[in-house]
């Protein structure tokens, strides 16, 4: 039998070896694909900002090509919680779920090394181009799977260009992926965007260029003013500085407009609360793509854009601001030059564009309450110190919850272990008690998520979300409209639609024009740049091709 299998398998490997010959670079060619992949993620865009908003959004903007002659997928939800930054830009990326790709939450206890630990930090890196080395240590290393942007390196044999940008680090790292040609963020000591030893040793002469236009100065100059008439905002948003808004700028600082000349050379983070954000995130965007000539390549380049500043002004002054609207009116603006300066370096339809969100956000309990709304406000830090003493009296053992965070309490193990504490009672216990907090409408271990009766949306979103070595014991679920945090601001990390409900707008190359009203979910996006681009899914991708996107 050997002998004839022998000459068989000859043969084969003879026409496979010819087949190869034959082959001309030209076959490769023959695949078409965009000469660029800008993938724009607004951190904290609720999708009804597209429409509360859109009478105020200019012809020559961002969101009405989009919606003009792009594709929206209407119904797209985030299939996990924590509905955070650092998971959101992630599931975007890798089409996965904190379960799998690791991302479980901006922070998460770690029980060996007791502490919480970042989810882009990484000690064994130095930052570069900030004000020390200590600045900027941070890679996607907690980031187990890869990402769409490490796919398309792999598909190209790694000629493709990858380069990442945002204000907040994470939002820039982990979209890039493990491959990144660079990927470069805002750091508020210096007022420079820095990278780190994981990318580079030190910063391309472009960037360096790029901080030394000292464009911060400037914008801090002109300060943020209002740019359309009272009476709109008026008619658009709550009236101004409400006593439920946080004060970034200062108590002084009540409402708009807001002086930013004191802080130029003294404190260059707070740009990052200012629609000015945007600006800086779109000039830097802009010089990548000149620097680096992304779009001129042999093979498709990607750049991975995200804009922090709406999240920062959302923290502070919520969804019904003055302050919001002139955000995202603003940003409609600048997502309108991206693209023009796209049309006139890369080409019109050359490119392809993706704009979606990391998560939404809830309304501020102070304006649900205002207005007659259910929801309100959880006080954390006075909550674990109480059912911390009460555990102590009950069990014996001190500071038994290490940390509250993304709704789970941790417990330290090591102590409950070393102490032989009745583990199973403890979290009975502590089921029970936090059961009665007004804020919360269910508590259970997260072992148990699979058996408690919970409504199967919940269900699958908290399974998704649970990553095993990195999630809490015990999974508190708030009730609707309210937030861990305090009483003036807001958040988002729950499962309801407020926070989990996303904007998906696809337009340029390969994209065809229309929407869809289906139920299609955040992992799908990487799924569909895979079909669109004829590479490999990432890793750990779960997601779905939507298919309507494409012509
Ligand atoms: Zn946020």
Same mark, same amino acid.
């Given at each position: 039998?050997? /002998?004839?299998?022998?000459?068989?398998?000859?043969?084969?490997?003879?026409?496979?070896?010819?087949?190869?010959?034959?082959? !001309?670079?030209?076959?490769?060619?023959?695949?078409?694909?965009?000469?660029?992949?800008?993938?724009i993620v607004i951190d904290q865009m609720?999708?009804?900002?597209?429409?509360?908003?859109?009478?105020?959004?200019?012809?020559?903007? %961002?969101?009405?090509?989009?919606?003009? +002659?792009?594709?929206? $997928?209407?119904?797209?939800?985030?299939?996990?919680?924590?509905?955070v930054t650092? $998971?959101g830009h992630?599931?975007?990326?890798?089409?996965?779920?904190?379960?799998?790709?690791?991302?479980?939450?901006?922070?998460?206890? @770690?029980?060996?090394?007791?502490?919480?630990?970042? $989810?882009?930090?990484?000690?064994?890196?130095?930052?570069? =181009?900030?004000?020390?080395?200590?600045?900027?240590?941070?890679?996607?290393?907690?980031?187990?799977?890869?990402?769409? $942007?490490?796919?398309? /390196?792999?598909?190209?044999?790694?000629?493709?260009?990858?380069?990442?940008?945002a204000l907040k @680090?994470r939002g820039?790292?982990?979209?890039?992926?493990?491959?990144?040609?660079?990927?470069?963020?805002?750091? *508020?000591?210096?007022?420079?965007?820095?990278?780190?030893?994981?990318?580079?040793?030190?910063?391309?002469?472009?960037?360096?260029?790029?901080?030394?236009?000292?464009?911060?100065?400037?914008?801090?100059?002109? %300060?943020?003013?209002?740019?359309?008439?009272?009476?709109?905002?008026?008619?658009?948003?709550?009236?101004?500085?409400?006593?439920?808004?946080?004060?970034?700028?200062?108590?002084?600082?009540?409402?708009?407009?807001?002086?930013?000349?004191?802080?130029?050379?003294?404190?260059?983070?707070?740009?990052s !609360?200012?629609?000015?954000g945007n600006?800086?995130t779109?000039?830097?965007?802009?010089?990548?793509?000149?620097?680096?000539?992304?779009?001129?390549?042999?093979?498709?380049?990607?750049?991975?854009?995200s804009f922090s500043s709406p999240d920062y002004v959302g923290h502070?002054?919520?969804?019904?601001?003055?302050?919001?609207?002139?955000?995202?009116?603003?940003? @409609? +603006?600048?997502?309108?030059?991206?693209?023009?300066?796209?049309?006139?370096?890369?080409?019109?339809?050359?490119?392809?564009?993706?704009?979606?969100a990391d998560h939404?956000v809830?309304?501020?309990?102070?304006?649900?309450?205002?207005?007659?709304?259910?929801?309100?406000?959880?006080?954390?830090? %006075?909550?674990?110190?109480?059912?911390?003493?009460?555990?102590?009296?009950?069990? %014996?053992?001190?500071?038994?919850?290490?940390?509250?965070?993304?709704?789970?309490?941790?417990?330290?193990? =090591?102590?409950?272990?070393?102490?032989?504490?009745?583990?199973?009672?403890?979290?009975?216990?502590?089921?029970?008690?936090?059961?009665?907090?007004?804020?919360?409408?269910?508590?259970?271990?997260?072992?148990?998520?699979?058996?408690?009766?919970?409504?199967?949306?919940?269900?699958?979103?908290?399974?998704?979300?649970?990553?095993?070595?990195?999630?809490?014991?015990?999974?508190?679920?708030?009730?609707?409209?309210?937030? +861990?945090?305090?009483?003036? *601001?807001?958040?988002h =990390?729950?499962?309801?639609?407020?926070?989990?409900?996303?904007?998906?707008?696809?337009?340029?190359?390969?994209?065809?024009?229309?929407?869809?009203?289906?139920?299609?979910?955040?992992? @799908?996006?990487?799924?569909?740049?895979?079909?669109?681009?004829?590479?490999?899914?990432? !890793?750990?991708?779960?997601?779905?091709?939507?298919?309507?996107?494409?012509?």
């Amino acid at each position: 039998m050997k /002998r004839l299998i022998l000459p068989v398998l000859a043969g084969f490997l003879a026409l496979t070896v010819s087949a190869q010959k034959t082959a !001309s670079p030209a076959s490769e060619e023959s695949i078409q694909r965009p000469k660029l992949v800008v993938g724009i993620v607004i951190d904290q865009m609720r999708w009804d900002y597209l429409y509360r908003f859109n009478s105020l959004y200019k012809a020559n903007g %961002g969101f009405k090509r989009l919606l003009g +002659e792009g594709f929206s $997928c209407e119904n797209t939800l985030i299939p996990y919680t924590p509905t955070v930054t650092a $998971c959101g830009h992630t599931c975007v990326y890798t089409g996965s779920v904190p379960s799998i790709h690791g991302i479980a939450g901006n922070n998460w206890w @770690d029980n060996q090394l007791m502490r919480s630990v970042y $989810c882009s930090e990484d000690k064994s890196v130095s930052g570069v =181009g900030g004000k020390s080395a200590e600045d900027g240590q941070m890679s996607p290393k907690n980031m187990l799977t890869t990402t769409i $942007c490490d796919e398309l /390196r792999l598909a190209t044999n790694f000629k493709s260009k990858v380069i990442g940008v945002a204000l907040k @680090d994470r939002g820039s790292i982990l979209p890039a992926g493990h491959s990144a040609n660079g990927a470069y963020w805002y750091e *508020g000591k210096s007022g420079n965007f820095i990278t780190s030893t994981y990318y580079m040793n030190q910063l391309p002469e472009w960037v360096n260029q790029f901080n030394n236009r000292k464009l911060v100065d400037s914008l801090y100059k002109i %300060g943020w003013g209002t740019v359309l008439p009272n009476e709109t905002y008026s008619q658009f948003a709550t009236a101004d500085a409400k006593d439920y808004e946080s004060k970034p700028f200062g108590k002084d600082a009540t409402g708009m407009p807001y002086d930013l000349s004191k802080f130029v050379g003294n404190d260059y983070s707070k740009i990052s !609360s200012t629609p000015m954000g945007n600006t800086l995130t779109v000039e830097m965007a802009k010089a990548a793509v000149l620097a680096e000539k992304l779009g001129k390549n042999t093979v498709t380049d990607f750049l991975a854009v995200s804009f922090s500043s709406p999240d920062y002004v959302g923290h502070s002054f919520g969804p019904n601001s003055w302050e919001q609207v002139d955000d995202y009116v603003r940003l @409609d +603006e600048e997502l309108g030059r991206l693209f023009s300066f796209l049309d006139a370096n890369v080409g019109k339809n050359q490119y392809t564009v993706f704009l979606t969100a990391d998560h939404a956000v809830a309304h501020i309990p102070g304006f649900m309450k205002e207005n007659k709304l259910p929801g309100g406000v959880m006080e954390v830090s %006075g909550l674990m110190k109480d059912m911390n003493g009460k555990l102590k009296e009950k069990f %014996g053992v001190d500071n038994m919850i290490v940390s509250m965070m993304n709704d789970q309490l941790y417990l330290n193990h =090591g102590k409950i272990d070393s102490a032989k504490a009745d583990e199973a009672g403890i979290k009975k216990w502590l089921i029970q008690y936090i059961k009665k907090n007004d804020a919360v409408t269910n508590a259970f271990a997260t072992s148990d998520i699979m058996t408690t009766p919970i409504n199967k949306t919940l269900r699958e979103m908290l399974a998704n979300g649970y990553n095993p070595t990195r999630s809490g014991d015990i999974q508190v679920i708030m009730k609707p409209g309210f937030i +861990e945090g305090s009483v003036t *601001g807001t958040t988002h =990390g729950a499962w309801y639609p407020y926070d989990a409900h996303i904007p998906l707008l696809w337009y340029g190359w390969g994209i065809k024009h229309g929407k869809t009203n289906k139920e299609t979910y955040m992992t @799908d996006i990487a799924a569909t740049l895979a079909g669109l681009l004829h590479i490999q899914m990432p !890793s750990g991708s779960i997601g779905k091709v939507i298919e309507e996107v494409m012509k």
